[in-house]
């Protein structure tokens, strides 16, 4: 009876992470419109050396929230997408810092610490809506400004990098 108790509880115990372990082994390739593309020190990709992304596998990864202002527009706004740490820990990323490209030739070197210490994400949603490349979107790595005044320096703002395109993992 002891047997069979405990070979249950190891296959209770078990049966959550074979998923868990599928969905770090693979990256869907996109349907829609690549967005966004994460090259470099990566192990997890879907075509070729890159991980690529459609709005789709951004928004379904697991999100995070939060109201800010921002110094490039009027008032506070409620921004959501996947925290940045979370965004590399699921490519296997093992880094100091990235690259992050846009869309308008800006480029940025932001410390992977910036991601340990604020919840910076990548947001994908404004106030519930997809952020229009006229608004800073499609994507936009965001520092909750509003949550620490350290976060309100010039060193930030030039790391929080909008119409985000393409983020090499260095």
Do not use: C
Request: avoid cysteine; charge should be negative; charged fraction near 20%.
């Amino acid at each position: 009876m002891k047997a069979w108790l405990m070979g249950w509880a190891v296959l209770m115990f078990s049966a959550p992470l074979v998923g868990l372990a599928d969905s770090v082994d693979e990256l869907d390739v996109p349907n829609g419109p690549v967005i966004l593309t994460v090259s470099g020190n990566i192990d997890l990709t879907n075509v070729g050396s890159e991980a690529q992304f459609d709005r789709a596998m951004l928004a379904a990864l697991p999100q995070y929230e939060f109201d800010t202002s921002t110094p490039w527009t009027e008032g506070r706004s409620h921004y959501s997408g996947p925290l940045m740490r979370d965004l590399l820990a699921l490519l296997s990323s093992d880094s100091d810092a990235v690259h992050v490209s846009a869309l308008n030739g800006y480029e940025a070197e932001i410390p992977v610490s910036d991601f340990i210490e604020h919840d910076v994400i990548l947001a994908i949603e404004k106030n519930g809506e997809a952020i229009p490349i006229r608004e800073y979107g499609p994507l936009w790595v965001l520092y909750p400004f509003d949550q620490d005044e350290v976060l309100l320096s010039e060193k930030i703002r030039f790391r929080a990098v909008w119409q985000v395109m393409h983020i090499n993992v260095l």
